[in-house]
């Protein structure tokens, strides 16, 4: 077995902008900020439990039709299989990681581990087929193993580096399951209809979509249960069997216990399929936005009617605030419920004071290790305070912090707004810039933090 990185193997806390969802008010998990985690009673039973996950990720990913395998494929810039691993080190209650991986691409794995600091990460030598790499996996959770740092589980985790979107009720089900009847499966309903055709390509017969069910991932095990029909399992079966499940009513005569999966358990297999992953993980890390002001207490300050404006016309959004002084704090919570979202609101100053104070926060954080974080700077500057040229070239100075900022994922934008005379209402979610009684212009603020937050380009600013 090849341990990760330093640090790797053995319980540990996750890497950045993560935290274990146990306990009864456990938060989401990070696949889905926001979603309510699984029940505190069948989670206090899986803590009880010492479980482990096994990842085959061996593949070369050859439904892809690309040269890099699928697992390794980059989403957001950053490598598919880190997402799965992300969303199982958010459950305390997985003691254990195990991945498969090719001896080519050990080196790029330990890479991985480190870069975006994952824990409790273990390394074994993928299999030539995905069950001897499971196999290999198993292995190395065996008490006989020599110098191994890992224990044997109770139950085992069997889970696909390509399905990054699992969550944390889903893996307490089978995991529950496994230990009441020994086996268990995720599944979901047909989208086609299966039918089996003759050796001539002519209809032999078709399933009935309504009887049967697709097999999905994660599926979990008591070990002594998976690990003796691996030990038992033939050539024929290991080089070019697929189901888990099958494997241990076979050579065990364990009828898995099957428990209805989410729509989000599907697998990367195509390249389009990576596209998808990408809207899905922008559409989940925009749905928070922080609001940080040089003050909280002021009510009439513009940030607090910049909050109500973004409430109304974001209704699908949380919108929080709070004073620089307090994000240290507040960025706890912030990271904990998965916020990636700033808009940092400067009035009557063209620096950028402020808005470096909240980088340095966010740098020190490493929050943008595991996802781009988007910080609005917003500046309300009243015309005649100076020339408007002077203005100009202290804002354009956010070229250069922006450039820097995007080396450490951190998306910065600049939004610059001039007034003679402010009215700040929150009427219609709009914040209104008038000369005089009878002429006022409307600056939507909502529709351009939106079309910033969610876009996350890469292109330099």
Same mark, same amino acid.
């Given at each position: 077995m090849e341990p990760g990185p330093p640090g790797a193997c053995g319980p540990a806390e996750p890497g950045p902008g993560l935290r274990c969802v146990c306990g009864a008010a456990g938060a989401a998990s990070a696949s889905s900020p926001g979603r309510a985690a699984a029940s505190a009673e069948p989670r206090r039973r899986a803590l009880a439990l010492a479980v482990a996950a096994v990842l085959p990720a061996g593949g070369s990913g050859e439904r892809m039709g690309v040269a890099t395998p699928k697992q390794f494929c980059p989403v957001l810039e950053r490598p598919l299989i880190s997402y799965?691993?992300?969303? &199982?080190?958010?459950?305390?209650?997985?003691?254990?990681? #195990?991945?498969? #991986?090719t001896g080519e691409n050990l080196e790029t794995m330990k890479s991985i581990i480190q870069r975006y600091q @994952?824990?409790?990460?273990? &390394?074994? *030598?993928? !299999?030539?087929t995905r069950h001897r790499s499971i196999f290999n996996g198993l292995k190395a959770l065996a008490e006989d193993q020599p110098d191994s740092k890992l224990s044997k589980p109770e139950v085992v985790i069997i889970h696909d580096a390509v399905r990054p979107f699992v969550e944390e009720d889903v893996l307490l089900k089978v995991t529950t399951a496994a230990k009441e009847h020994g086996a268990a !499966?995720?599944?979901?309903?047909? %989208?086609?209809? #299966? %039918?089996?055709?003759s050796a001539d390509d002519h209809l032999d017969h078709s399933l009935d979509r309504a009887r049967h069910r697709a097999s999905e991932m994660p599926q979990a095990f008591l070990y002594d249960v998976i690990y003796a029909a691996y030990q038992q399992c033939s050539d024929y079966d290991l080089d070019f069997g697929t189901e888990c499940l099958q494997l241990a009513l076979k050579y065990c005569h364990i009828k898995a216990k099957l428990v209805e999966g989410s729509p989000d358990l599907w697998k990367v297999t195509y390249k389009r399929d990576l596209y998808a992953a990408e809207s899905i993980i922008? *559409?989940?890390?925009?749905?928070?936005?922080?609001?940080?002001?040089?003050?909280? *207490?002021?009510?009439?300050? %513009? !940030? @607090? @009617?910049? *909050?109500?404006?973004l409430k109304n016309e974001l209704n699908h959004v949380k919108v929080t605030s709070g004073s620089l002084c307090h994000v240290g704090k507040d960025l706890q919570q912030s990271t904990l419920e998965q916020c990636f979202n700033f808009v940092c609101v400067n009035v009557l100053t063209s620096d950028f004071e402020e808005t470096q104070k909240l980088l340095t926060i966010l740098k020190e954080s490493n929050l943008s290790i595991l996802y781009p974080v988007v910080v609005i700077s917003v500046h309300f500057l009243e015309y005649k305070s100076a020339p408007f040229d002077q203005k100009m070239e202290n804002l354009m100075q956010i070229r250069e912090l922006a450039k820097e900022m995007k080396k450490r994922n951190i998306l910065l934008c600049g939004l610059l707004i001039c007034y003679p005379q402010v009215e700040l209402c929150a009427e219609s979610g709009e914040t209104q810039l008038a000369e005089d009684q009878n002429c006022k212009k409307k600056i939507n603020l909502a529709q351009v933090i939106t079309n910033l937050g969610t876009s996350r380009s890469y292109r330099t600013v």
């Open positions: 799965t691993l992300q969303a &199982l080190e958010r459950v305390c209650w997985i003691k254990d990681i #195990v991945v498969a #991986v @994952h824990k409790r990460i273990s &390394l074994v *030598e993928a !299999g030539v !499966g995720a599944i979901r309903p047909l %989208v086609s209809t #299966v %039918v089996s055709p922008k *559409e989940r890390i925009s749905q928070q936005i922080y609001i940080v002001m040089k003050t909280k *207490e002021d009510e009439e300050h %513009v !940030g @607090h @009617h910049l *909050e109500e404006m």
